[in-house]
């Protein structure tokens, strides 16, 4: 029994996940444990009577040799340290006690370094660890005691009383002294005086303990001294082991295995140990936690009784129920397993088996490791819903999306069935985040998540896309019917009013969608995912608030449109734009004062009209490079004029929306004048009457800005967009600009009422009025008779080149070359 004890203690020391050893004098090994081959890629046997240097290597004995000095001159030592494995660098901590002979000397010392890498970065688990020590104190069957640096006991734990025979109580009456063998209170105070002095950080020695009764007990004691944050001795840290009943022969065996107990109860993953026949031999403290057995209760009964295991699929679903293997080699079972404990209630585990043998190799055994892994996959699983999912709306995110569909159209394919393809875009979410706060508009996403999950199927889709956009996936779709109803449905749910808690007044935005049909619209994700982005295009540039199904005259329309964006890209970085000046002429008495830079886009040869690209450049915002090359170009061209015919001409520009809502504008448009010597007074902003409809706080400080400077304002093509008398007293709009959609249709009744107000609201406001689009004598004549200020139009003069323009302006009468002058004054 004695034998089969002791191979037991040493199967179990060779599976501890630490080196365990023994070092005499000579620093050669007379003892190691398996994990020896893990670390240094030595079998144990070849380990024996090699010395330190040659195992570790030259650079990890550099760092502990000092530490194996120390130790054979009696000094137990524990460190921590870096050292090299084959595996690479681990950080460790070490153990070393000095065994000494009868008479006193150290003749070789006990080793024991476990590797804390994970340490440093697992803080929770130091917590845990902490936790279980405060646990461990009381329920560990080694001798624990807190002790005053005067000596009196101020805790103590059962086992310490067991082995002393006194109560807890009557413990804390006394002192170390007063139990301590008279023989042995010397070299203990010694001890203890070094240890206060701060000689030594920590002492082990054996002595002897009165018990109660009388009679001596022997024991290992391990000593170390704590301190407060100021280097104040606070108490001392006991642990004692009682070795008075063992045989000199089983002394080694007895540490080593009291060892190795302290570390199994210290450890947080569960080990359980079995004998040949598969039956429990012991489980330690965090086995006992997790399996819901007593060592006690588990000892004797079979392993399949005590540790039973649940192997689940992916979903979870549990596929079997049963053991761990224990065959002749280590197995490691850690995906998907789950530990059901005695109550009825699992833990998802990671599990290490592996067999126990005797010296001769047989099997005799076997130990199992379990390791609770709950937080780590819950945190997993957690890691993988954010990966997949919006963290705002708890929708699918685009990833999931494109997997989805990749999967509908699969099946789509094998059954012959159909799949829709709806994304979609708030309209207005922009105003809520700036009226209400981004808060409030997180909380509208929230809301329209909700309404969109109710317009679908369970099997459907709803991924949030990005920002103000979604997307929705219709599986087993045939026609556009289907899709179109849960279009209309989508509409009319985010149409409805929104009542966000936190305001008092209700919330209104729209959606618009566009959507694509597999197979007719295309056979791949892709392909689908980009026709429903065409369709959305085409919606929110006639309109929003609609739906709208993918057509191959909207393909048409987008590869016009990719083609005219990469043109204007190659213009924007080759110059290859051209500005044309058409004249605006003052009716009464008809003479210019000033022309209107109109910027043209040429392409092999041919000019293209701003109609064609304006639109692409806004949407694609190249018009803001485009808008400064032709403020600059005005610059200089009024810099080119000076001391011509045409010095001291006007001359308007279109600025965009966006430019104009930069920051940078003013004080750039204020840089390039200055470079060029032009006063601001020579130009004139145009700017649209759409920019105006809500205008940005900082819109309206721009203009006031660039009014106080000296440039002018003229409101283009007035009357087309949401005209405003508001933004009309408020902003410095010096000039209204009648579009020409209305000077063409005032020879009809209705089109003369328009023109006629627009001319009576430019009086009443004191307001320039400019009439656009002039093209015949019965249009100038009917503007002239209702005292329209001034037009522009190919009647009056057609655009042209700067280097024409004055050339241009002669032939239509409007001013006299240098040649005509000089004929007039002679």
Same mark, same amino acid.
């Given at each position: 029994?004695?034998?089969?004890?002791?191979?037991?203690?040493?199967?179990?020391?060779?599976?501890?996940?630490?080196?365990?050893?023994?070092?005499?004098?000579?620093?050669?090994?007379?003892?190691?444990?398996?994990?020896?081959?893990?670390?240094y890629?030595?079998?144990?046997?070849?380990?024996?009577?090699?010395?330190v240097?040659?195992?570790?290597?030259?650079?990890?004995?550099?760092?502990?040799?000092?530490?194996?000095? $120390?130790?054979l001159?009696?000094e137990?030592?524990?460190?921590?340290?870096?050292?090299?494995?084959?595996?690479?660098?681990?950080?460790?901590?070490?153990?070393?006690?000095?065994?000494?002979?009868?008479?006193?000397?150290?003749?070789?010392?006990?080793?024991?370094?476990?590797?804390?890498?994970?340490?440093?970065?697992?803080?929770?688990?130091?917590?845990?660890?902490?936790?279980?020590?405060?646990g461990?104190?009381?329920?560990?069957?080694?001798?624990?005691?807190?002790?005053?640096?005067?000596?009196?006991?101020?805790q103590?734990n059962?086992?310490?009383?067991?082995?002393?025979?006194?109560?807890?109580?009557?413990?804390?009456?006394?002192?170390?002294?007063?139990?301590?063998?008279?023989?042995?209170?010397?070299?203990?105070?010694?001890?203890?005086?070094?240890?206060?002095?701060?000689?030594?950080?920590?002492?082990?020695?054996?002595?002897?303990?009165?018990?109660?009764?009388?009679? =001596?007990?022997?024991?290992?004691?391990?000593?170390?001294?704590?301190?407060d944050?100021?280097?104040?001795?606070?108490h001392?840290?006991?642990?004692?082991?009682?070795?008075?009943?063992?045989?000199?022969?089983?002394? $080694?065996?007895?540490?080593? +295995?009291?060892?190795?107990?302290?570390?199994l109860?210290?450890?947080?993953?569960?080990?359980?140990?079995?004998?040949?026949?598969?039956?429990?031999?012991?489980?330690n403290?965090?086995?006992?936690?997790?399996?819901?057995?007593?060592?006690?209760?588990?000892?004797?009964?079979?392993?399949?009784?005590?540790?039973?295991?649940?192997?689940?699929?992916?979903d979870?679903?549990?596929?079997c129920?049963?053991?761990?293997?224990?065959?002749?080699?280590?197995?490691?079972?850690?995906?998907?397993?789950?530990?059901?404990?005695?109550?009825?209630?699992?833990?998802?585990?990671?599990?290490?088996?592996?067999?126990?043998?005797?010296?001769?190799?047989?099997?005799?055994g076997?130990?199992?490791?379990?390791?609770?892994v709950?937080?780590? $996959?819950?945190?997993?699983?957690?890691?993988?819903?954010?990966?997949?999912? /919006?963290?705002?709306?708890?929708l699918?995110?685009?990833?999931? !999306?494109?997997?989805?569909?990749d999967?509908?159209?699969?099946?789509?394919?094998?059954?012959?069935?159909?799949?829709?393809?709806?994304?979609?875009?708030?309209?207005?979410?922009?105003?809520?985040?700036d009226?209400?706060? +981004?808060?409030?508009?997180?909380?509208?996403? =929230?809301?329209?998540?909700?309404?969109?999950?109710?317009?679908?199927?369970?099997?459907?889709?709803?991924?949030?896309?990005?920002?103000?956009?979604?997307?929705?996936?219709?599986?087993?779709?045939?026609?556009e019917?289907?899709?179109? %109803?849960?279009?209309?449905?989508?509409?009319?749910?985010?149409?409805?009013?929104? +009542?966000?808690?936190?305001?008092?007044?209700?919330?209104?935005?729209?959606?618009?969608?566009?959507?694509?049909?597999?197979?007719?619209?295309? %056979?791949?994700?892709?392909?689908?995912?980009?026709?429903?982005?065409?369709?959305?295009?085409?919606?929110?540039?006639?309109?929003?608030?609609?739906?709208?199904?993918?057509?191959?005259?909207?393909?048409?329309?987008?590869?016009e449109?990719?083609?005219?964006e990469?043109?204007?890209?190659?213009?924007?970085?080759?110059?290859?734009?051209?500005?044309?000046?058409?004249p605006?002429?003052l009716?009464?008495?008809?003479?210019?004062?000033?022309?209107?830079?109109?910027?043209?886009?040429?392409?092999?040869?041919?000019?293209?009209?701003?109609? $064609?690209?304006?639109?692409?450049? =806004?949407?694609?915002?190249?018009?803001?490079?485009?808008?400064?090359?032709?403020?600059?170009?005005?610059?200089?061209?009024?810099?080119?004029?000076?001391?011509?015919?045409?010095?001291?001409?006007?001359?308007?520009?279109?600025?965009?929306?966006?430019?104009?809502?930069?920051?940078?504008?003013?004080p750039?448009?204020?840089?390039?004048?200055?470079?060029?010597?032009?006063?601001?007074?020579?130009?004139?902003?145009?700017?649209?009457?759409?920019?105006?409809?809500?205008?940005?706080?900082?819109?309206?400080?721009c203009?006031?800005?660039?009014?106080?400077?000296?440039?002018?304002?003229?409101?283009?093509?007035?009357?087309?967009?949401?005209?405003? !008398?508001?933004?009309?007293?408020r902003?410095?709009?010096?000039?209204?600009?009648? /579009?020409?959609?209305?000077i063409?249709?005032?020879?009809?009744?209705?089109?003369?009422?328009?023109?006629?107000?627009?001319l009576?609201?430019?009086?009443?406001?004191?307001?320039?009025?400019?009439?656009?689009?002039?093209?015949?004598?019965?249009q100038?004549?009917?503007? =002239?008779?209702?005292?329209?200020?001034?037009?522009?139009?190919?009647?009056?003069?057609?655009?042209?080149?700067?280097?024409?323009l004055?050339?241009?302006?002669?032939?239509?009468?409007?001013?006299?070359?240098?040649?005509?002058?000089?004929?007039?004054?002679?």
């Amino acid at each position: 029994m004695a034998e089969a004890s002791k191979l037991l203690g040493m199967s179990i020391l060779n599976n501890v996940p630490a080196l365990m050893g023994y070092v005499d004098r000579q620093e050669r090994y007379l003892f190691t444990n398996n994990t020896y081959r893990e670390w240094y890629g030595v079998e144990p046997q070849e380990v024996l009577g090699r010395t330190v240097r040659e195992i570790l290597g030259e650079a990890n004995y550099a760092a502990i040799k000092p530490f194996i000095e $120390r130790v054979l001159a009696g000094e137990p030592i524990v460190y921590e340290q870096t050292l090299m494995t084959v595996a690479g660098p681990r950080f460790v901590q070490g153990s070393y006690s000095p065994d000494r002979s009868e008479d006193g000397s150290v003749r070789g010392f006990f080793v024991l370094v476990s590797d804390i890498s994970q340490r440093r970065t697992l803080e929770l688990r130091l917590k845990e660890s902490e936790m279980r020590f405060s646990g461990a104190f009381e329920t560990s069957g080694v001798g624990m005691a807190l002790v005053s640096p005067e000596g009196r006991f101020l805790q103590v734990n059962r086992a310490y009383c067991a082995m002393m025979g006194y109560t807890a109580e009557e413990l804390a009456r006394l002192s170390f002294q007063d139990i301590t063998h008279p023989d042995d209170l010397a070299a203990d105070l010694r001890a203890v005086s070094a240890m206060i002095a701060g000689e030594r950080s920590a002492h082990t020695a054996e002595k002897r303990y009165i018990h109660k009764r009388g009679h =001596e007990v022997h024991a290992i004691v391990s000593a170390s001294l704590a301190r407060d944050a100021q280097g104040a001795p606070l108490h001392f840290v006991a642990q004692v082991q009682n070795i008075t009943d063992r045989k000199v022969a089983e002394e $080694r065996l007895f540490r080593e +295995h009291e060892l190795s107990q302290v570390t199994l109860r210290s450890i947080g993953d569960g080990v359980l140990t079995t004998d040949v026949n598969g039956c429990v031999t012991s489980l330690n403290p965090a086995a006992e936690s997790m399996t819901g057995w007593t060592s006690d209760e588990a000892v004797g009964r079979p392993l399949h009784e005590v540790l039973r295991i649940a192997f689940c699929g992916e979903d979870g679903q549990i596929l079997c129920i049963g053991s761990l293997p224990l065959g002749s080699d280590p197995a490691w079972l850690g995906r998907n397993t789950m530990l059901l404990r005695r109550d009825g209630s699992a833990i998802p585990v990671e599990e290490t088996a592996a067999p126990i043998r005797d010296r001769a190799g047989a099997i005799v055994g076997g130990v199992l490791v379990l390791h609770d892994v709950t937080e780590q $996959r819950a945190l997993t699983s957690q890691l993988a819903h954010l990966a997949h999912h /919006d963290p705002l709306t708890g929708l699918a995110n685009r990833t999931l !999306f494109k997997s989805r569909l990749d999967q509908a159209l699969a099946r789509a394919r094998s059954v012959g069935t159909g799949v829709a393809v709806l994304f979609g875009d708030l309209d207005r979410l922009k105003l809520v985040n700036d009226t209400l706060g +981004h808060s409030m508009g997180d909380r509208l996403l =929230e809301e329209v998540a909700k309404r969109l999950r109710a317009c679908v199927r369970e099997g459907d889709t709803v991924c949030r896309w990005a920002g103000d956009e979604f997307g929705i996936l219709l599986p087993d779709v045939t026609d556009e019917v289907a899709a179109a %109803a849960v279009a209309e449905r989508v509409i009319a749910a985010i149409g409805e009013t929104f +009542h966000l808690k936190g305001i008092g007044q209700p919330v209104h935005v729209g959606i618009s969608l566009g959507a694509s049909l597999f197979p007719r619209d295309g %056979a791949d994700s892709a392909t689908l995912m980009q026709a429903a982005d065409v369709a959305l295009y085409e919606v929110k540039r006639d309109g929003k608030g609609s739906y709208r199904f993918f057509s191959q005259a909207m393909h048409e329309q987008v590869r016009e449109r990719t083609d005219t964006e990469a043109m204007l890209r190659q213009a924007v970085r080759t110059n290859a734009f051209e500005l044309h000046y058409q004249p605006r002429v003052l009716l009464l008495p008809r003479r210019v004062v000033a022309v209107e830079a109109l910027v043209r886009l040429r392409s092999a040869d041919i000019l293209i009209a701003p109609s $064609r690209f304006i639109r692409i450049a =806004e949407e694609t915002g190249l018009i803001v490079p485009i808008g400064w090359w032709v403020i600059e170009q005005v610059c200089r061209q009024l810099q080119q004029w000076k001391g011509t015919i045409l010095d001291g001409v006007r001359v308007s520009l279109n600025v965009s929306a966006m430019q104009i809502r930069r920051s940078d504008f003013y004080p750039a448009l204020r840089a390039l004048t200055e470079r060029y010597g032009i006063d601001p007074a020579q130009i004139e902003l145009e700017i649209t009457e759409s920019s105006l409809v809500e205008p940005e706080p900082g819109v309206a400080v721009c203009l006031n800005l660039l009014k106080e400077a000296g440039f002018s304002m003229a409101l283009d093509d007035f009357g087309t967009g949401y005209s405003s !008398f508001a933004y009309l007293n408020r902003l410095p709009i010096d000039t209204l600009k009648i /579009d020409r959609s209305f000077i063409r249709e005032v020879g009809s009744s209705q089109g003369a009422v328009v023109v006629e107000a627009i001319l009576a609201l430019g009086r009443a406001l004191g307001k320039k009025v400019v009439a656009e689009g002039v093209e015949t004598r019965e249009q100038l004549a009917w503007l =002239e008779a209702r005292g329209c200020d001034e037009a522009q139009g190919f009647l009056l003069c057609p655009p042209a080149v700067a280097q024409d323009l004055p050339r241009a302006l002669a032939a239509s009468g409007l001013i006299r070359t240098e040649p005509e002058r000089r004929r007039s004054a002679s």
